[in-house]
């Protein structure tokens, strides 16, 4: 967290759809340019985790909202700056990444009790340190005031493509066609929501992926961060 260096905090905020990249090249752009890297997905999805294991429906608005005050979070981050999540002291970075996780988060994260849960808290982390935060509506509703905006999207085959192969790699293995339906139902789910939905803010920049690979991407990401900061 080099975040001394200048009194200045920098802000990015990078928002898209699940498997735009946005994780991964966002934590290598942190890296590069020394910000901390904060995934508010993982944010949702620890709370969604909560929400699971008290046996409530995620789709249950007030069941949800009557769980929101035991639910403690925390983040840490690792020698590689690696962000660990905690949910009321257990560290459960392993255990949100789960499909189960991944399809509570994106239902709970339409209540507007629980986006407002969350909202402070990661607003005060972009107040602490200069960061790249990404999520869904980092540009447009926690910090709209950051110093750029960008929106990261690529074709639903390719981010769908993108989620197998991860999955092929770590053992774990989907069937494509099912992953491919899920991954256009979420989308569905996160940008038809009427409570912070997933669109560009207006002053954003649009960096398409799907043509690109990891390095061109990351390229791309760190010089519309240089062109706008001067870092
Ligand atoms: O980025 P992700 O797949 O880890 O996010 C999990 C879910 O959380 C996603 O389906 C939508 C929701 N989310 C959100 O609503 N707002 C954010 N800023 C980040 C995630």
Redesign the pocket.
């Known amino acids: 967290m080099n975040n001394k260096r200048t009194e200045r905090r920098i802000s990015v905020a990078v928002?898209g759809p699940?498997g735009s990249g946005?994780?991964t090249l966002s934590r290598a752009a942190a890296k590069e340019l020394s910000l901390l890297y904060v995934?508010?997905?993982?944010?949702?999805?620890t709370t969604?985790l909560h929400i699971l294991r008290r046996g409530a429906a995620p789709g249950d608005a007030a069941a949800v909202a009557a769980l929101l005050p035991e639910i403690g979070i925390s983040l840490a981050y690792d020698g590689g700056g690696m962000q660990r999540m905690y949910l009321n002291g257990e560290d459960v970075t392993d255990l949100i990444r789960t499909q189960e996780v991944?399809m509570a988060?994106?239902t709970v994260?339409?209540h507007p009790a629980v986006?407002a849960f969350l909202l402070e808290m990661?607003r005060e982390l972009a107040q602490k340190h200069s960061v790249i935060m990404?999520?869904?509506?980092?540009g447009t509703v926690?910090l709209p005031g950051a110093d750029v905006k960008i929106f990261l999207t690529a074709a639903s085959e390719v981010r769908a493509r993108r989620r197998w192969l991860e999955l092929q790699e770590r053992g774990t293995p989907r069937d494509w066609e099912q992953l491919l339906r899920e991954t256009r139902e979420?989308d569905e789910?996160?940008a038809g929501r009427t409570e912070?939905p997933?669109r560009p803010a207006e002053d954003s920049v649009l960096l398409d992926t799907s043509e690109l690979d990891f390095s061109q991407s990351l390229e791309r990401m760190i010089e519309i961060i240089r062109e706008r900061t001067g870092l």
């Open positions: 928002d699940s946005k994780s995934d508010t997905g993982a944010i949702y999805r969604a991944s988060a994106s994260s339409a986006r990661q990404d999520g869904r509506d980092i926690v979420r789910k996160d912070a997933l």
